[in-house]
């Protein structure tokens, strides 16, 4: 599994953080497939965070995983990682 | 006709004001936090900021910038399915 | 002496009322007479055994350039369609400065994936500046009738240039703003259309979205005084922010006495919670006396993907994931190496792939005359009697990994969801987008796909309460006035369908763009079961050809 670096510091004073609980594909407004991530916030509420195609795949790198069903228990910095793994979106 | 009191509890959020950054608006609507925890608290209940955006993390002025976490509850009207919340807490 | 009747239809007048056999008379554009009606005119239409409704209005497309060359925007009337709101997600192609023209087109094309040769002089004229003008220039060619939004990201670009997407607006170009509004809203715009998540070609946010609220609600007072509509698109599967985009939405409504309606919003099995949520907001919001229209469209959403790139599509699959991350010589030797491929084969499942990829169809490979293509992966694979997975496989080495399948109906696809979302009083049928992703997908045939599925096969919605879901009810909420009924005085928009049979047709690949190389792509959907279209009293589509009629009219004006 990859050792990532964090970009974000966690805060002492609120435990537990954001932490993933699941994950699904999704289809997109455009036609490309999107990944929806399963977050359960520090007061125990569940949302879904939505990404583009290239940021889900970077999120699974980050994660060192190799399957969506892998993500659980991966906390919220992960996300922050991710985006900085993708690649720059300028033509 | 319903009166507006009678909306029900919606998390809250605001809309950035010219000029604000997310470090302004940890400072102002979170004033009993460090700054640090106060930008690491926005930074997880805001993550559209940052995975659908380019540059990540680049505040615009018509962002929906959340000042707390999801709240339990909220809009839980049935209408073809089941509200998801606190499932696996 | 009428121009036209139509004689012995069953008819549908958009009211939501029960339909009836009868007439309807049509004179100088106009719906003269509906019922038993007696006298003669210039031509009579045989409708027994069909029905006769008002023309489909489509409020969410991109027909913008379109029109420039092609009035009909087609196949968009062949379905039904007599009115079409161009303009949305902030982008109209007025009023605009010249020197803008460079940076509109980029996001024109990122939006529409209209290539750029449509845009250099080829396809059509530059002949305007102003909102008045653009209309000058489609006036004379439409076949459809259009109620067109202005773009707040043109708005922004006209008075900002490049800060637009740069900064907050200043009190002295928000007052620009507002008064360039005005004009385009005096010209004949049917609203203003502004977009939370849209891009330009650079993947960089449009002006619209570096709006502050202030900004919004002064353009939105503006509206108020018109009366007029403000669309919004808000952020995809994010319901939270939905929600917010609501309350939003509701206190510009309330505060300004505008109606506003946001699209897209979809039903899906990833997240079940959005849709209940939001509609849970809108019933409040609605009853509080905002007006805050839900746009749902009617079809399933579809994934595409080629092996080309790395796609979630493979992400469940841990063997299949981690190939796919593989760089592309690597990649390649996998799928060719003999044991490697029978790792692949085997982690696709005991029955040979057959229930996660059979069904998978091949849309696209470069040899555009393959036989192959809109063959499902199943039928592939046992015309050369191999598995799914391994005739998936061969396929895409044979065409370099350039082959690309779509997986159908993957999400806002169950209908007993889609259905009562789609009943619901407080949602407004659309989003259908035509015009754009032309590239990616077919944004056609919504409306026969309303019926198809919706009113013939689940039944969830009536033909009367269908036809008054995008005639009337669309008319009424976008203030669009005299359309959208078969009624004396109103205009002569009329469909006659066959209710057995109408339907979209398959996804077919047209080369038709103007000005690009063998005619560019485009995928489209021809109409089923639609007979006969008229509009403003001309018949513009019939018996499966479109005539010579220029009858559309800007419809707010």
Not at chain 1, 36 to 65: K, P, Y
Not at chain 3, 68 to 74: H, S, T
Not at chain 3, 348 to 360: F, I, N, R, V
């Amino acid at each position: 599994m990859a050792t990532p670096s964090l970009v974000a510091q966690p805060a002492p004073t609120r435990m537990p953080e954001p932490v993933i609980v699941g994950a699904s594909i999704a289809g997109g407004h455009d036609g490309a497939a999107e990944l929806i991530v399963q977050v359960r916030f520090e007061n125990g509420v569940v949302r879904d965070v939505a990404m583009e195609n290239d940021t889900g795949l970077a999120l699974m790198s980050v994660c060192g995983v190799h399957s969506i069903e892998e993500l659980a228990g991966q906390p919220w910095q992960r996300f922050l990682e991710a985006v900085g793994q993708v690649p720059a979106k300028s033509s | 006709m319903t009166q507006p009191e009678q909306l029900s509890r919606q998390r809250r959020f605001v809309a950035p004001k010219p000029g604000d950054t997310l470090e302004l608006i940890a400072e102002r609507e979170l004033p009993e936090m460090s700054v640090a925890d106060a930008m690491a608290a926005l930074q997880g209940w805001n993550l559209h900021i940052f995975l659908m955006r380019n540059p990540p993390g680049m505040l615009t002025g018509s962002d929906v910038v959340f000042v707390e976490p999801p709240v339990e509850g909220d809009g839980n009207t049935v209408f073809g399915g089941s509200a998801r919340a606190n499932s696996d807490a | 002496m009428f121009d036209v009747i139509i004689r012995g239809g069953s008819i549908v007048d958009g009211s939501g009322a029960p339909s009836f056999i009868g007439d309807v008379a049509i004179k100088d554009g106009r719906i003269a007479e509906v019922g038993k009606v007696d006298g003669a005119a210039a031509r009579e239409i045989n409708a027994a055994g069909r029905v006769v409704a008002p023309g489909f209005i489509d409020p969410h497309t991109h027909f913008d350039a379109q029109l420039l060359w092609d009035g009909a925007a087609k196949p968009a009337l062949e379905h039904g369609i007599t009115t079409i709101v161009p303009g949305n997600c902030s982008l109209s192609l007025a009023p605009l400065k010249v020197e803008h023209r460079e940076a509109l087109t980029g996001m024109f094309r990122q939006i529409e994936e209209l290539p750029p040769e449509v845009f250099d002089g080829s396809a059509f004229d530059w002949t305007w500046e102003s909102f008045d003008d653009y209309l000058k220039a489609i006036r004379e060619g439409l076949s459809v009738n259009v109620a067109p939004l202005v773009g707040h990201s043109v708005i922004r670009l006209w008075v900002m240039g490049d800060a637009a997407q740069q900064r907050a607006a200043n009190p002295q170009e928000i007052q620009g703003m507002c008064e360039l509004l005005r004009e385009c809203l005096q010209a004949g715009a049917v609203g203003l259309s502004t977009s939370y998540v849209d891009v330009d070609q650079n993947l960089y946010p449009v002006p619209s979205r570096w709006a502050h609220f202030e900004e919004l609600d002064a353009l939105a007072a503006v509206l108020g005084e018109y009366g007029r509509v403000l669309q919004v698109v808000p952020e995809f599967y994010a319901t939270d922010i939905t929600l917010a985009r609501v309350d939003q939405l509701a206190e510009l409504s309330l505060k300004h006495d505008i109606p506003t309606t946001f699209s897209p919003l979809f039903d899906n099995a990833a997240t079940p919670d959005n849709v209940p949520r939001v509609m849970a907001r809108v019933h409040e919001q609605m009853a509080r006396g905002a007006r805050v229209w839900p746009q749902v469209q009617t079809r399933p959403i579809d994934i595409s993907f080629s092996f080309e790139l790395p796609s979630l599509f493979f992400a469940a699959n841990p063997t299949w994931y981690t190939v796919m991350r593989l760089p592309y010589a690597e990649r390649t030797t996998a799928f060719t190496d003999p044991d490697q491929r029978a790792k692949l084969v085997a982690a696709a499942g005991p029955d040979g792939g057959a229930s996660w990829l059979g069904s998978l169809i091949l849309r696209h490979v470069p040899d555009a005359a393959s036989k192959l293509v809109g063959q499902s992966v199943a039928q592939i694979a046992s015309e050369r009697g191999v598995s799914p997975v391994e005739a998936l496989i061969d396929v895409s080495l044979e065409h370099d990994f350039k082959a690309h399948f779509l997986a159908e109906s993957v999400g806002h696809d169950v209908n007993s969801r889609v259905g009562p979302l789609l009943a619901d009083d407080n949602v407004h049928i659309g989003a259908s987008d035509g015009g754009a992703h032309i590239a990616s997908f077919s944004t056609y045939g919504d409306t026969g796909y309303l019926f198809s599925e919706f009113v013939r096969a689940t039944g969830e919605l009536s033909l009367e309460h269908a036809v008054r879901k995008i005639t009337s009810d669309t008319a009424r909420i976008w203030g669009i006035p005299e359309r959208g009924e078969l009624a004396p005085g109103f205009a002569a928009d009329v469909v006659i369908f066959d209710a057995d049979t109408i339907a979209r047709g398959p996804e077919r690949m047209a080369h038709d763009l103007p000005g690009v190389a063998e005619g560019g792509l485009r995928y489209v959907r021809d109409s089923v079961g639609v007979e006969t279209v008229l509009v403003n009293g001309a018949v513009a589509f019939e018996s499966g050809a479109y005539t010579d009629a220029h009858s559309g009219q800007v419809a707010v004006a």
